[in-house]
């Protein structure tokens, strides 16, 4: 079990590029999170998945986000027309949840700036 | 809604000694778990403990012990015999054990640094 990996891990980019981000999450869980953190702040909730299902988004996800798990596996988060306020770290998290206790495992986390 | 709160200005602790990082929360609901991540400078989260409010003993996890406090909404971490690897970022959260989304709430973190 190799633990939760996220690709890329540094991304540079241009306002109003778009952008995508990778996340493996350990191969048993069926949960996957999404979450963001600027300097200086805890991770805050964007989006979550229940197998291939998203099952929540938050208002901090605006309709230029969009983010995906196919067949229940990875997930990939896009950035459409990229803005400056979107520099963060994007850290993707991943548990096994079969109600109550739910322990999420986060990846290393993708550091987005955006120039 | 949930919130955590965490006010310490940034802890300094000499080597070998103990620590506690202070934690508050604030729910209306009766079943949720606490939780503690350390974040070093390369960014990762790493979990350290847990903490259930249906729980009846202080959680333990080797170095780290959680101090929890129900009445007063407290669940603070105490780190024992500090290591200089211990130095980084720390982070309070939690999440509702009941309803389908589990997301975590963070507070904004304490910087703990370790002298030797």
């Known amino acids: 079990d190799t633990g939760v990996s996220q690709n890329p891990r540094h991304k540079i980019t241009k306002r109003g590029q778009n952008v995508t981000f990778r996340c493996d999450p350990i191969?048993?869980?069926?949960?996957l999170y999404w979450y963001r953190q600027t300097l200086g702040q805890g991770p805050e909730f964007l989006t979550y998945?229940?197998?291939?299902?998203?099952?929540?988004k938050s208002r901090l996800l605006s309709d230029r986000f969009s983010a995906e798990r196919p067949k229940g596996s990875f997930s990939t988060l896009e950035i459409q027309r990229t803005e400056q306020g979107d520099s963060a770290m994007y850290l993707c998290?991943?548990?096994?949840?079969?109600?109550?206790?739910?322990?999420?495992?986060f990846g290393p986390g993708t550091r987005l700036t955006v120039l | 809604a949930q919130k955590i709160t965490q006010t310490q200005p940034g802890m300094f602790v000499q080597e070998k000694e103990a620590v506690t990082l202070d934690c508050t929360y604030d729910?209306?609901?009766?079943?949720?778990?606490l939780f503690w991540y350390k974040q070093p400078s390369s960014g990762e989260m790493i979990f350290l403990i847990y903490?259930?409010?249906?729980?009846?003993q202080n959680a333990t996890e080797g170095r780290y012990s959680l101090n929890f406090q129900k009445a007063r909404k407290s669940a603070n971490l105490v780190i024992s015999a500090s290591q200089l690897g211990d130095s980084a970022m720390y982070f309070c959260?939690?999440?509702?054990?009941?309803?389908?989304?589990?997301?975590?709430?963070f507070g904004k973190g304490i910087t703990l640094s370790v002298r030797p």
């Open positions: 998290a991943s548990s096994w949840n079969s109600g109550g206790r739910d322990t999420q495992y």
């Open positions: 959260a939690m999440s509702l054990l009941t309803g389908a989304n589990s997301k975590l709430t």
């Open positions: 903490q259930g409010s249906y729980d009846e």
């Open positions: 191969s048993e869980h069926n949960r």
């Open positions: 998945f229940q197998n291939e299902a998203q099952l929540e």
């Open positions: 729910t209306s609901d009766q079943s949720y778990g």
